[in-house]
Each structure stands twice: as structure tokens, then as C-alpha cells.
């Protein structure tokens, strides 16, 4: 039953009436059984989160040390898996994360090590620990120190003018409205970037860190995150990596923490509706298929996907327009693949960007031995192959899928063809990525909602940090913790620590950039033509 096709009026009970934030509405619920659960301290504000990613531990995790009543629902469809889906590295700028895991006491990277970009010719690029090389302003650190083992001096040339366009998009509105109108292709284009270079290097990046080829990604998308792990300062694209998976060593101590807070973690089948309050205008409710729990304010901390299948059976949801929008969204499918070899495979980088460019697909490769302490020791060679972008890998069966990884593996390092498989591992994950198409940015979600206390969080919430991936996903639930205490008002608000200034020369060119677009804007016909 969808809930846009059938729901019922009706007068909730009011958890919550703030005067500031009324708004006026219409009440309306699915016609579900209604079975209210009120579990916890009665005398505590009750905030409900959807999802346990980053997002909303985040967010419950700054909750629940200002004292509110926090429950997180984790829906039996998956909504908001903690468990990251492929191997993700932790950028130099993910502060906050650090700041996080810091706090909890706990210890779950790696030291920061080199890693390699491989095309189907071989080995294209090796990245460097750029913070053990002397300090260049930028981007002449990245440019000079990365070690390019095919590209000609002219291509890598090529690469520089981009920099005006990184000048130019200052991560405002304005520059996200213009630039998400192009494709990433494009932007190298009218950027003279030359073909070698694009194929060889910048083609694979996008692959796999917006998980779609270059024609399918938002020039917006990919001058932020670009600049946000590369481009901002030398040492930016350093990184570190989990010594196991996310859940093992982040997650489950950090939801252990959060428990001893009081937090509860319910998995009580899947969420069907939102209970809305006509007097409050606001979501009193959270209708799970099996339980109702009331709330003070809700936060969404899940995927496109996950929220598109609420909009669609939500009879609260469906009624406003910012959440229609999020139909027009798409996720991107992916698989990831480990392997147990039957003999040791000598594996140059433990972390490997790889380009199969005549194919929508990317992918990466790690050598489990080398990042994870479970595999540390093994006298044989275990690796994660991730795949983005995988439509076309779904569907097949896992023997071809183990087939089709050790092909390309071998395209690579020829010893994998001598290697024989002896455990396999294989999960799919269908439109579970964020897709930055272009002309998606106008259809994004921001923080706060048309219902005065719902509040969203999660990579694809428009946010003005410039951060990105998961250092984004947990400062948005932050973020939307803010937006609780605010609304609630009773807590104090998350520091949220910012993203490191521009370096002195990057200022003063966009001061000039702004100044130039402002007279430009005054010129006559400025606006009649296509910009």
C-alpha cells in the first residue's frame, strides 16, 4: 500500500509544541495498527534516528551526551547498515572522525602508506605519504611529488588550468547550481585537459570515488570532492585504513559506548509511516511494522534509496515537496569481493585504484595482508576487490563474478593467474551509493525539513562544511544533532571542527574570482544568454 494512494486524517497525540516552529499542515498517518512504545525515561525529550551509518551514530552519539532520550531503528531491510560497503580509506582531513575516534579510545587504523593507480597497460601512478615531502603551496605538491610512470610531462601539464574552475567553485550555492549542470567530462574539456591524462588518471578517480564513469558525475561533485581530499593542501590525500572491517573495529565499540549511555538499538521490521501532529506540525511518531515509537524529533540518517521507499509508502512524507524531489534521485549498485588464495601473491601496494575504462565499472583492489590484523600473519594471500558502478555484475552467478576478478587481477599482477581460489566471500549491495549525476544537486535534501522537527543527515545532504564521503556522512549527523538541541532547545551544540582554510594564495584568487563575477553580473545581457 502506498501511502500517497491511501491514508487516514487524524488528530495525534502532541508530544511536542514549540511555538517558533509551528507551522501549519494537515495530520496524517498510514492506516497501519498502532502499537506505542515508550520505553526510557519518561522525563527525558525522546529523539527517534533512522539508520546506524555514520550519519546516525554521529548524531546519536552527540544526543546522547547531552542527555536525551535516543533510540536508533535499524530497519530489516538494511536502512543505514553501519557496515561501510567496499574499503573506504580515512583521508588526512577527516579531523572529526579522528577528534571521534580519539575519544573512544580506540585504535583502528593503519599508518598512512602508499597506494597505486593501475590502468589495463599497468602500473600509471604511485601516491606518496605527501606530509614526508617538503611543503609545496598547492596543488604543485600533488603535481610534483606523485610519481607517474607513463603520462608525459605535457599530458600532466594539461592538468593545471583546472585550477581556475577550483578557484571558481567555492563550495557556495551558486557554484554548485553552475557547476552540477555539466558532466565531469565536460569540465576536463573546456579545461584542456588532455585525453591520456583523463583516461589514464582522472577518469579512474571518479570511478571509484563517485562510484560512476566521469559522463555520468556532477562537475559540481567532482571539483569538491577533488579539492576536499586532493587539491586543498599538499598532504590532503594522505590516508589511513581500518585494520579490519568498520563494524569490528568502529561501530560495535562505538555502539558499545553508546549503550552504556543509555541508546537503544531496535530492529523492529520495517518502517512504514511517520505519525504527523496537526496542532504541532510536527512528526510525534516513527510506525515501524511491528511497533510506534513516539518522539520529540526524528532524525533520517539513510541512504537515497532507503528514502525513496519511505517517501513512496509514507502518506506524511509523500504530502511535501522537498521529499517528492528525492524521487528524482538515483543510487548507484556495487559489489564486493574477498578472496583466500591458495598461495602467496607478491602485491606491490596493499591499496589499488584500478582503470578499466572500456567498462562503466570501477574498482579497487587491497591486500588484506598487509591492512588487516586478521590477515597479518596468513601464509596465504588474502585481497578485497570492490566494484562501483556494478550493474552489470549483480546479476551473474558468484563462480562467474570470482572468475571475472581474478581476469582483471591478472591483467595487473600475473601471478594471479597461477592462483587458485579457496574461499569466497561475495556481497551485492544494489542502488546503495550515492549517484552525483549531473542536475541532481536542485534535488538534494538539506538538513532541516518543512516539519519544524524532522532533520536529515547523510552523504547526500546539502551541507556548506566541504567535507566529504564519510567525514561528511558524520558531520551531517552532527549537524542534525545541532538542529535537535536548537529545536528542543535544551543541550549544548557539537563543535564541529572545520575544514582546514584555503592556503593564502587560493584566498586571494577567489577574492579576485568574486569581485570579477560581481562586476560581471552588473553588465547588460548578462543573464540572456545560456551560462
Excluded at 24 to 37: I, R
Excluded at 106 to 122: D, H, M, Q, V, W
Excluded at 305 to 318: D, F, M, T
Amino acid at each position: 500500500m502506498l501511502g500517497c494512494c491511501r491514508f487516514t486524517f487524524t488528530l495525534a497525540p502532541s508530544t511536542l509544541y514549540n511555538k517558533r516552529n509551528r507551522r501549519s499542515g494537515f495530520s496524517c498517518k498510514a492506516d497501519t495498527p498502532q502499537f506505542n512504545v515508550n520505553n526510557g525515561d519518561h522525563t527525558k525529550k525522546k529523539v527517534v534516528i533512522v539508520g546506524s551509518g555514520w550519519a546516525g551514530l554521529g548524531a546519536a552519539h552527540h544526543l546522547c551526551n547531552q542527555g536525551f532520550d535516543v533510540t536508533v531503528l535499524v530497519d530489516d531491510n538494511g536502512f543505514g547498515n553501519p557496515d561501510d560497503i567496499g574499503i573506504q580509506g580515512f583521508w588526512n582531513p577527516y579531523q572529526n572522525i579522528f577528534s571521534l575516534v580519539n575519544e573512544l579510545g580506540i585504535t583502528p587504523f593503519t599508518n598512512k602508506i602508499r597506494s597505486a593507480l593501475y590502468s589495463t597497460e599497468g602500473l600509471e601512478v604511485e601516491f606518496p605519504v605527501f606530509q614526508d615531502q617538503p611543503q609545496l603551496p598547492t596543488p604543485l605538491g600533488t603535481f610534483y611529488y606523485t610519481q607517474f610512470t607513463r603520462l608525459s610531462l605535457l599530458d600532466r601539464l594539461t592538468s593545471l588550468p583546472l585550477m581556475a574552475a577550483v578557484i571558481d567553485f567555492d563550495n557556495t550555492d551558486v557554484a554548485w547550481r553552475k557547476y552540477d549542470a555539466i558532466t565531469a567530462r565536460e569540465l576536463f574539456k573546456q579545461f584542456g585537459c588532455s585525453e591520456r591524462i583523463y583516461r589514464s588518471v582522472f577518469g579512474p578517480l571518479l570511478q571509484v570515488g563517485l562510484f560512476a564513469p566521469p559522463e555520468q558525475c556532477s562537475a559540481a561533485a567532482t571539483l569538491g570532492m577533488l579539492y576536499f581530499i586532493s587539491l586543498a593542501h599538499q598532504k590532503d590525500f594522505d590516508m589511513v585504513w581500518c585494520r579490519g572491517t568498520v563494524r569490528e573495529k568502529i561501530f560495535n565499540p562505538w555502539m558499545d559506548s553508546l549503550r552504556t549511555k543509555g541508546c537503544r538499538f531496535m530492529d523492529n521490521g520495517k518502517i512504514k509511516d511517520f505519525i504527523f501532529n496537526e496542532e504541532t506540525s510536527c512528526i510525534s511518531g516513527v510506525v515501524c511494522s511491528n511497533e510506534t515509537y513516539n518522539a520529540n524529533a526524528v532524525i533520517l540518517a539513510v541512504g537515497i534509496s532507503e528514502v525513496q521507499e519511505l517517501v513512496k509508502n509514507s502518506g506524511a512524507l509523500c504530502t511535501r515537496e522537498e521529499f517528492l524531489k528525492v524521487l528524482n534521485l538515483s543510487g548507484i549498485d556495487a559489489l564486493t569481493c574477498k578472496l583466500q588464495l591458495d598461495r602467496k601473491v607478491n602485491i606491490a601496494h596493499a591499496s589499488n585504484v584500478c582503470s578499466t575504462f572500456e567498462d562503466s565499472l570501477g574498482w579497487t583492489f587491497f591486500d588484506l595482508n598487509a591492512l588487516h590484523d586478521e590477515h597479518k600473519d596468513s601464509e596465504v594471500t588474502t585481497i578485497r576487490a570492490d566494484f562501483y558502478h556494478a550493474n552489470e555484475l549483480l546479476p551473474l552467478e558468484d563462480e562467474l563474478v570470482v572468475t571475472k576478478v581474478i581476469s582483471h587481477l591478472s591483467n595487473i599482477i600475473k601471478d594471479f593467474e597461477k592462483a587458485r581460489v579457496v574461499k569466497k566471500e561475495i556481497a551485492r549491495f544494489p542502488k546503495s551509493l550515492t549517484h552525483f549525476f549531473p542536475g541532481s544537486y536542485r534535488h538534494m535534501m538539506r538538513g532541516s525539513t518543512s516539519f519544524p522537527n524532522l532533520f536529515m543527515a547523510g552523504d547526500w545532504i546539502i551541507t556548506r562544511h566541504g567535507s566529504w564521503s564519510q567525514e561528511k556522512s558524520y558531520v551531517t549527523g552532527l549537524e542534525a544533532a545541532n538542529q535537535v538541541v536548537d529545536f528542543l532547545e535544551e543541550g549544548s551544540f557539537a563543535k564541529i571542527i572545520a575544514v582546514v582554510e584555503d592556503e593564502p594564495h587560493v584566498q586571494a584568487l577567489r577574492t579576485l574570482n568574486r569581485r570579477f563575477n560581481e562586476i560581471s553580473d552588473q553588465l547588460p545581457l548578462f543573464d540572456f544568454f545560456l551560462q
